[in-house]
């Protein structure tokens, strides 16, 4: 009996960053600025113990809302820009409608205080009680009075979306077998089931926030990294170099 011998496929090449650089990549922070405080110290230690390279430190958005120090995490992250250059920021959904209603939208105001934004006002100073007696309206104003400009504008100018070697790092994630020039804002910030329960190649390994698992959701084709922090008191971040991937945690 003849049998036919299957030919093996060659094993894929492991997604590399590339040898010239490190890279930190942190999940949704959402205004727990003691978590980003305590993950940064666990970066630089990890850092130090490897050889040098240039570092670079990803934000992938979602920094303010629902944790109590919404405003002060938006002031530490505009130092850490004055700082360095390495130092990347990605606009999630939370930014997206904080800016708009901290602009004078009360269409978007009336979201922002439905997904957590009541704690980020109260950071700004409006105590909780007040905010939640006020008007879409009164609030949009308030927020238009009261919002450093340097913060709104600061948030404004996140990128969408960075690629390093075989990665790309993104907020919410790509549409499914679209190029990533024609990739909308909406979806970059928004997307879910489309995205999670694709299991093709996206042409890079996706490193992503925005859905939260209770532990880091590692697949072929992405990796989410949002483990709850405003709840859970895990903040998590990836640690990249060359063809190594591992995770630090609060």
């Not at 490190?22 to 999940?27: D, L, M, S």
């Not at 309206?137 to 340097?150: F, G, I, T």
Request: glycine content about 10%.
């Amino acid at each position: 009996m003849l049998k036919f011998l299957r030919r093996r496929e060659a094993p894929r090449p492991l997604p590399s960053l590339g040898e010239d650089r490190r890279v930190y990549a942190v999940g949704d922070i959402h205004g727990r600025l003691d978590l980003f405080d305590q993950l940064l110290e666990l970066i630089e230690r990890d850092d130090a113990r490897r050889h040098p390279l240039p570092c670079h430190l990803i934000l992938l958005g979602d920094l303010v809302d629902r944790g109590p120090h919404s405003a002060q995490m938006v002031e530490r992250a505009m130092a850490l820009q004055d700082v360095t250059e390495k130092v990347h920021f990605i606009k999630g959904n939370h930014e997206e409608v904080f800016v708009s209603a901290a602009r004078g939208s009360s269409q978007y105001a009336g979201y922002c205080r439905r997904i957590g934004g009541v704690q980020t006002l109260a950071s700004y100073g409006l105590d909780v009680g007040s905010s939640e007696r006020m008007t879409d309206e009164d609030v949009a104003s308030w927020m238009l009075n009261h919002v450093p400009r340097s913060h709104v504008d600061f948030l404004d100018r996140f990128e969408d979306m960075l690629t390093m070697g075989d990665y790309l790092f993104v907020h919410a994630g790509i549409r499914p077998g679209l190029p990533l020039q024609a990739q909308t804002a909406a979806d970059l910030h928004w997307i879910r089931s489309e995205f999670l329960n694709h299991r093709g190649d996206h042409g890079y390994v996706v490193v992503h926030g925005h859905s939260i698992r209770a532990k880091v959701d590692e697949k072929p084709n992405r990796i989410g990294i949002d483990t709850g922090a405003w709840s859970s008191g895990k903040l998590t971040a990836i640690g990249l170099q060359g063809t190594e991937r591992w995770f630090l945690q609060t």
